[in-house]
T-cell receptor, first 115, second 112 residues
Framework: DAMVIQNPRYQVTQFGKPVTLSCSQT?????MYWYQQKSSQAPKLLFH???????NEADTPDNFQSRRPNTSFCFLDIRSPGLGDAAMYLC??????????????FGPGTRLTVT | GDSVVQTEGQVLPSEGDSLIVNCSYETTQYPSLFWYVQYPGEGPQLHLKAMKANDKGRNKGFEAMYRKETTSFHLEKDSVQESDSAVYFCAPYSGGYQKVTFGIGTKLQVIP
């Protein structure tokens, strides 16, 4: 089945130690998103890629970076994780808005713990 | 920018009760409307959608009518089941930025 895959599902990192979360998709969608979701809150968009064009949200801290080396893969880098960065990180994809409906397809998420 | 207001907090119906979860939106452009559902330990998934005014989205006994005149997209079900327990997010998409706006989420906990 076509899907969005996130690895790892659970990640523990130390305060200040860089960490990378990965996402891959077999849907061949050209838009990919990274969200941060804290407990009992809505997903908060960090940034998204429209093909190779990177779109950062205005309130996303500089500590968060992203890479998209090809259509299928996207990475979230947290350069110096703080305790406040502990959250679920969700990757999502969608099709080009000019090709029809715009629903997003989410991966299962990576739960990040910062010790 | 776009905004959405939905029923806050937790809703605790008993199995067999009817349900309405309110959603009102404000968008800069003509939106498509979505409800996403999130089960514990999973990412959100599309629950139902309506693409234009007077469309009705349907899924697993849930319905939501796209009401342009009142800018609302309330989620309704005649008889909830325990398996419906999850968090529901109302999410309008108004184009231009290729992103949706998520409501705060409503936790539905059906009492068996």
């Amino acid at each position: 089945d076509a899907m969005v895959i996130q690895n790892p599902r659970y990640q523990v990192t130390q305060f200040g130690k860089p960490v990378t979360l990965s996402c891959s998709q077999t849907l061949n969608h050209n838009v990919m998103y990274w969200y941060q979701q804290k407990s009992s809150q809505a997903p908060k968009l960090l940034f998204h890629y429209y093909d190779k064009d990177f779109n950062n949200e205005a309130d996303t801290p500089d500590n968060f970076q992203s890479r998209r080396p090809n259509t299928s893969f996207c990475f979230l880098d947290i350069r110096s994780p703080g305790l406040g960065d502990a959250a679920m990180y969700l990757c999502a994809t969608s099709r080009d808005r000019d090709r029809g409906t715009y629903e997003q397809y989410f991966g299962p998420g990576t739960r990040l713990t910062v010790t | 920018g776009d905004s959405v207001v939905q029923t806050e907090g937790q809703v605790l119906p008993s199995e067999g009760d009817s349900l309405i979860v309110n959603c009102s939106y404000e968008t800069t452009q003509y939106p498509s409307l979505f409800w996403y559902v999130q089960y514990p330990g999973e990412g959100p998934q599309l629950h139902l959608k309506a693409m234009k005014a007077n469309d009705k989205g349907r899924n697993k006994g849930f319905e939501a009518m796209y009401r342009k005149e009142t800018t609302s997209f309330h989620l309704e079900k005649d008889s909830v089941q325990e398996s419906d327990s999850a968090v529901y997010f109302c999410a309008p998409y108004s184009g231009g930025y290729q992103k949706v706006t998520f409501g705060i989420g409503t936790k539905l906990q059906v009492i068996p």
